[in-house]
């Protein structure tokens, strides 16, 4: 059986570099990255020159795909550093998954906790409207500016994270003494959002109130493995609200399950000034707001993935 890192080189890394290389070999005009935010970042904010650390394996790989694909000379490639998507029809992410699990606390009429207080911690957001119009500004800039000309005004160096051992077994992934450059931004909204302000914004949405355990509680949730019984109470919740669904709702792509993932502690803190500036866009979602939550929940109900209960 394959280790992880040689899933993770396959799939995520290896994935990657054959579509940078084809894209080369094509001559695209532009090849847009969209990179999660699997980063730790500083909690006073990584600019782009910053080097923010990858989360766990995951977020190691998806920084090993910037090395490899910023190595490629003839690509024609610009990175776009996002932080938590979310909008409508994306039903995947820590805020997707947020507002479904926030839904079902106010269906019970209790409050929703986390065990991370005091939520000051930064979890910049960004709407998926405006991911994709971000995506189509950057490759008119960098069709327009060219690889070299754009590394030049924009270009980060892309540091090494990774495994020495294995990097060096397999020489398509640039060496831990390489450092390619890339053009990278940033891509935020204006909200400066935190795990409290997110909290606040989604639960009073549904009509109830965002909340922390108390030190005791929090201390014992953290030392539970099994991720299954800290879910049991808003899973079963979804459960029955997708039971008592007008009509009743038997299959959908949400999900109130929080995964390893989404109940760790994470910064999300990303500047957008840079990307604001070089590119001139201009945000068509600045705050993440209730108004932002009912377009997407409406849009839900109307595919009739998300449960219409009283």
Not at 63 to 73: N, P, Y
Not at 200 to 212: D, K, Q
């Amino acid at each position: 059986m394959p280790n992880i890192l040689q899933i993770q080189y396959t799939t995520t890394f290896g994935v990657a570099r054959m579509l940078g290389l084809e894209a080369a070999k094509r001559k695209v005009k532009a090849y847009v990255r969209i990179q999660q935010p699997f980063y730790e970042t500083s909690s006073k904010g990584s600019v782009e020159t910053d080097d923010p650390k990858p989360a766990g394996t995951l977020g190691i790989w998806w920084h090993e795909t910037l090395r490899g694909l910023a190595a490629i000379e003839d690509l024609n490639l610009v990175v776009l550093r996002v932080g938590l998507v979310y909008g409508p029809y994306t039903p995947y992410g820590i805020i997707a998954t947020g507002i479904n699990v926030a839904s079902v606390y106010g269906y019970l009429k209790r409050p929703m906790k986390s065990m991370w207080s005091p939520g000051k911690n930064a979890n910049n957001t960004i709407h998926v409207d405006d991911v994709s119009g971000a995506a189509w500004a950057a490759s008119l800039w960098i069709d327009k500016t060219g690889r070299k000309a754009a590394n030049d005004a924009a270009g980060v160096p892309i540091q090494f994270h990774n495994d020495k051992s294995f990097v060096k077994e397999h020489p398509d992934i640039p060496a831990p003494t390489q450092t390619p450059v890339a053009p990278l931004f940033n891509l935020t909204d204006d909200s400066n959002n935190t795990l409290l302000s997110v909290g606040e914004v989604v639960t009073s949405f549904f009509g109830t109130t965002f909340e922390f355990f108390n030190l005791v509680e929090s201390t014992m949730l953290k030392f539970v493995d099994d991720i299954e019984e800290i879910n049991e109470q808003h899973v079963s919740g979804w459960t029955e609200m997708l039971q008592n669904s007008t009509p009743p709702i038997t299959s959908t792509p949400l999900t109130a399950y929080m995964d390893k993932y989404a109940l760790e502690k994470h910064v999300v803190a990303l500047p957008n000034a840079k990307f604001k500036e070089a590119i001139g866009y201009q945000l068509k979602y600045p705050k993440f707001s209730h108004e932002a939550i009912k377009d997407i929940v409406d849009k839900w109900k109307a595919e009739g993935s998300w449960p219409i209960v009283g």
